[in-house]
């Protein structure tokens, strides 16, 4: 693995996670109660034995700066690094990044500056857990220029994702963008070839793109010679099948793309199943994040049911059901939390800034006395008074408050908002 750089794409504006991203890029955004989505790509590049990572942002790049530079730190007489290469702009592209091929394209001359002949490409904003130096070892076995990573997937879900076709030997021949009727039954093929059980294949008959690729370093730096291929699903790709020997690698493994509101959400909640699909507790293949010293959580005569607890958080006397509450939570005595997402603080309130919060009739950070919350996120340091009512009882689907936001039926408290006493969403 000394001779793979992975690059790993911090995504665009995010708008699909807003508000979530309103202050910060995707790769931010806190998951499980302790983690950032970043930690995901770059820990399984870590437990590969990849030590070589790039990471382009282009968009709120203040937070993921933060957190990458205080997370990850090799030994300085190792090679390894996890950089990340914002946006900009120079003599001889004025532009910002306008896909994700144009945002490798724009930084080559710092892969180029790399010991590597391979790139491996990845998504900042997917959940799962892959050795990668599986992925490229089969890249070389077969001689591949590209090689793709797949999931197959059935034919209720196939239309969401960019389709591959291959043939007998495991090479890509085709690629189709969300397709739909007839267009998708042509994309079918016999799963069978990757390895997948006859049952299996016959339940999940379409190969889909997970967005993640190993290229040759002269191969990817040719093909990104066109002006015009500008993103890799859509013309990198494409392009590469009928030019170059392109590979399809099966990942039977739990992946999520959560690119959404609802997909984050539920990602997240199924974090508290008894047997999660992604899971944790795996002292094999951990998920690193940044070290905190916090003290151990403190629950004082509550109840807690199916939820994750982080550490650092004083709970007083509540009911908590399928929630994951984030670091440094403080939850008040009453309230009732039913399948929510707290993301916590980013420090605790002194004992007089608390008396100033009281003199100024605001609330402190956490959740007030007598409050009842149900499918709801909660972002960092917000401010939730007494006896609030969170439950989206009409079922929106998509609503905008003074301090409040649903997207998929999911109310959303942002970062830093405040919510009145009584307030009823």
Sequence with gaps: MDNVLAVILGGGQGTRLYPLTFERSKPAVPLGGKYRLIDIPVSNCINSGIHKIYILSQFNSASLNRHIARTYRFSQFSSGFVDILAAEQTPDNPNW??????????????????????????????????????????????????????????????????????????????????????????????????????????????????????FKQEVLEELLSGPNRIDFGREVIPHSIHNFKVSAYLFNGYWEDIGTIGAFFRANIELTDVLPRFNFFDSKRQIYTRPRFLPGTKIRNAEVHDSIISEGCIINESII??????????????????????????????????????????????????????????????????????????????????????RDGIIIIPKGATVPDGSVV
């Design 97 to 214: 990044f306008q896909g994700t091929a144009d945002a490798v394209r724009q930084n080559f001359r710092h892969i180029k500056d790399v010991t590597a002949d391979t790139i491996l490409i990845l998504s900042g904003d997917h959940l799962y857990k892959m050795d990668y130096s599986k992925f490229i070892d089969y890249h070389y076995e077969t001689g591949s220029d590209v090689t793709v990573s797949v999931t197959a997937v059935p034919a209720v879900e196939a239309s969401e994702f960019g389709l591959l076709k291959i043939d007998e030997t495991g090479q890509i021949v085709e690629f189709s963008e969300k397709p739909k009727g007839e267009a998708l039954e042509a994309m079918r093929v016999n799963t069978e070839t990757l390895g997948l059980k006859p049952e299996e294949a016959a339940a999940r008959p379409f190969l889909a793109s997970m967005g993640i690729y190993v």
């Design 321 to 406: 059901r399928r929630s994951v509450i984030g670091i440094r939570s403080r939850i008040e005595t009453g309230s009732k939390l039913d399948h929510v997402l707290m993301m916590g603080a980013d420090d605790y309130e002194t004992l007089d800034q608390m008396k100033k919060n009281r003199d100024a009739n605001q609330p402190n950070i956490g959740i007030g006395k007598h409050c009842e919350i149900r499918r709801a996120i909660i972002d960092k340091d917000a401010r939730i008074g007494n006896n609030v009512k969170l439950l989206n009882e009409a079922g929106l689907q998509s609503a905008e408050g003074d301090f409040y936001v649903i």
